[in-house]
């Protein structure tokens, strides 16, 4: 596959972070574990990929998510939040929130259901996301942003895609055991180097990866200690009050994740509108994500007090709430607006495209999903 090339500014910025981060692998002994590797790429303040200042999302940046398809995905969503708030406080925290476009969709829809909302919070990482966010959201006083988690929480949190970019540990199975697959710097380029794993990763290998017997040696795969330390800052923070967290993203339960067939692992790069598997292509100017382990979060949100109340598909979660009945709004008669939010609506719905490959996870405390959703819970498969 050939890439789009950068243009100058963007290739200076990649080369001085591939400097940034040799320098500290060679202060680190030769290695970095490739979740620093990942931090680094993504998050290094003014050079990591969320950190910058390219363009992210949409036809100008290097992928797009649901609510950039249609704002129906952030009316369906404001149903279900809406239900939320009822039984909570009318707050909604979002993390890692794009463009605004979600926020924007979720408040303008709650706003004509009659719906308050005294406060929207936005946990945001990315300078460049964070303006534009608050250019889409100056219609709205009540949205404020935030560094990090708040102490406590009540309502309602949303995080679509945040999960996925958060750093992973990759693992291989040899005939001696487990080895941490780390980065290295071999010949001026980033490379692959295999090393003995310490207690604290050998732990998370052993929890999250089942019937590792059964796997193949050459079997490369990740785990996910930093997702999972959210889902305990998440449940602790909301574990004084009462609500829920919707969490969207692409991923499995773990008895999917790990098999055998899949023994490249799943991370995954996004430049440009095209997906390839090579994190080490000019760091800070592509994303770079795995797949979630929804089992290994749900774990941890209940073993920190929450309860797991879903955990669907995306398409049965918007089925249920009322995506469908969103869309006839529209009529159908008026095909120049019709037609392209139908078109929109079977992207998001269909197994071919994002409705089963999606997979929303729902922890919460104090509060009870709208039975049109919970009849859709496979909670048991995690």
Not at 70 to 81: D, E, H, R, Y
Not at 202 to 225: F, K, N, R, S
Request: with cysteine; charged share 20%; aromatic share 8%.
């Amino acid at each position: 596959m050939t890439l789009p090339a950068p243009d100058s500014d963007a290739l200076a910025a990649s080369h001085a972070l591939q400097n940034l981060i040799a320098g500290e692998i060679a202060g680190n002994g030769g290695a970095m574990s490739f979740a620093r590797f990942m931090e680094l790429a993504l998050y290094a303040p003014g050079l990591g990929y969320y950190s910058g200042g390219a363009a992210k999302l949409g036809a100008a940046g290097d992928f797009t998510t649901a609510p950039e398809i249609t704002p129906l995905f952030g009316a369906a969503l404001a149903q279900a939040a809406a239900a939320i708030i009822a039984q909570s406080e009318p707050n909604i925290l979002e993390f890692g929130a794009g463009t605004g476009k979600l926020a924007r969709d979720v408040l303008g829809a709650l706003q004509q259901e009659g719906v308050a909302v005294d406060s929207y919070t936005i946990v945001e990482l990315s300078g460049e996301l964070r303006a534009r966010q608050q250019e889409a959201l100056k219609d709205f006083p009540q949205v404020r942003w935030l560094d990090g988690f708040p102490d406590s929480f009540s309502g309602v949190v949303l995080a679509n895609e945040v999960l996925d970019a958060m750093p992973v540990e990759l693992v291989k199975k040899t005939a001696a055991g487990w080895r941490q697959v780390m980065v290295t710097v071999e010949a001026g380029a980033f490379a692959y180097v295999e090393r003995e794993p310490d207690a604290a990763l050998a732990a998370h290998i052993a929890a999250q990866v089942p019937e590792a017997d059964e796997l193949p040696e050459g079997y490369l795969t990740e785990v996910h200690p930093v997702a999972a330390g959210f889902m305990v800052s998440l449940a602790h923070m909301m574990g004084k009050g009462r609500g829920a967290a919707f969490l969207f993203d692409y991923g499995f339960p773990a008895h999917e994740y790990y098999l055998g067939q899949r023994e490249a692992g799943t991370v995954m790069c996004h430049y440009r509108h095209h997906s390839h598997p090579d994190p080490f292509y000019l760091p800070g100017l592509q994303d770079i994500t795995a797949h979630v382990d929804f089992t290994a979060m749900a774990l941890a949100a209940q073993d920190n007090g929450l309860d797991v109340l879903g955990y669907m598909n995306q398409a049965s979660f918007l089925l249920g709430a009322g995506i469908g009945d969103l869309l006839t709004r529209t009529d159908p008669q008026d095909a120049m607006r019709y037609l392209p939010q139908a078109n929109a609506v079977q992207k998001l719905l269909s197994p071919a495209e994002m409705g089963e490959l999606f997979k929303v996870l729902i922890v919460g405390k104090g509060v009870a999903l709208p039975d049109a959703i919970a009849r859709a819970d496979r909670s048991h498969r995690l």
